[in-house]
């Protein structure tokens, strides 16, 4: 199983080691294909705070309400969001602007989905659960489809009302969106272990 960019790293492992693999679940797996206009706007635009580049506590939770559909006081304690900001700035201050702006160079990287990866999926074996937030705006649920679209094995489920980490309505973090997401997980995963 993979989330966000964990999805991504999942669905490559599965492309390039598929006997290793006995199925996979994709929560909201990001590529730059996959990314939401609006976040992907933001990144192409050098405008890193509004994203995953927020440097400040107020960058932290404007991102959070804005990127990830989590209204600040629903997030975590201030005293986390206040050691997040402390590790974010021994990091260095432009480690994410320089991640967005290698990210969107690279021509591999910016076409790894439809050039490298839906490419290998007509002939995977394996079982997959795509699962996705309707309200995402860092990974389109939309655009993820087309990994649904090419694996012939795939189901593709969508989590009404959740963000990438929030839901609904911005009331809460990560923990929603794994609770929208359990009953697809629970009802993919079943058959499976009856098969062991």
Known sequence: AGYSLGGGLALRYVCNFPDEVESAVLLAPAFVETLGDAFKEKIEAGQYCEVHGWETLEQLQQFAKLGLDVYPKNMFPAFIQKGMVKKRARVGPDYYARYGEELFRD???????????LPKLPSSKVPMLLVCGNRDSCISAQKCQIIAQAHPN???????????YG??????????????????????????????
Not at 154 to 164: E, F, L, N, R, T
Not at 176 to 181: A, Y
């Open 107 to 117: 021509e591999a990287e910016e076409t790894l989905l439809s050039k490298q990866i």
């Open 167 to 196: 839901g609904p309505k911005g009331k809460g973090v990560l923990g929603n969106f794994l609770r929208e997401s359990a009953p697809f997980v629970h009802d993919f995963l079943n058959p499976l272990r009856s098969k062991l």
């Open 154 to 164: 795939c189901k593709s489920c969508i989590a009404q009302d959740c963000g990438h």
